[in-house]
Nanobody
């Protein structure tokens, strides 16, 4: 059974940076064979895609984070990352990692002055 744990959230001022990490355990296949991604959910809204790797390695970003966020992965560590730069208050949300069909518990990101 796959387990997923996120880390790296916190509070940052507008314009700042954070790096989220996601560690997967119990994977049955090569990590890069899984569709993986980061999603976020702000209060009162639905959970929305931020950035993803499809199973063939194609990367997709939602428009609002293009040129600011970078998704990356390390198959040797079964890890997924999200580098977030030039953060804005509207990026405030709980960020979730998804590995295949398994969600992590989420990590809070707060951007405010």
């Amino acid at each position: 059974q796959v387990q997923v744990v996120e880390s790296g959230g916190g509070w940052v001022q507008p314009g700042g940076s954070l790096r989220l990490s996601c560690a997967a355990s119990g994977t049955k296949y090569s990590f890069n064979a899984y569709a993986t991604g980061w999603y976020r959910q702000a209060p009162g809204t639905n959970r929305n895609l931020v950035a993803t790797f499809s199973a063939d390695g194609t990367v997709h970003y939602t428009d609002s984070v293009k040129d600011r966020f970078t998704i990356s992965r390390d198959a040797d560590k079964n890890a997924l990352y999200l580098q977030m730069d030039s953060l804005k208050p509207e990026d405030t949300a709980v960020y979730y990692c998804k590995i295949g069909r398994t969600w992590g518990q989420g990590t809070q990101v707060t951007v405010s002055s």
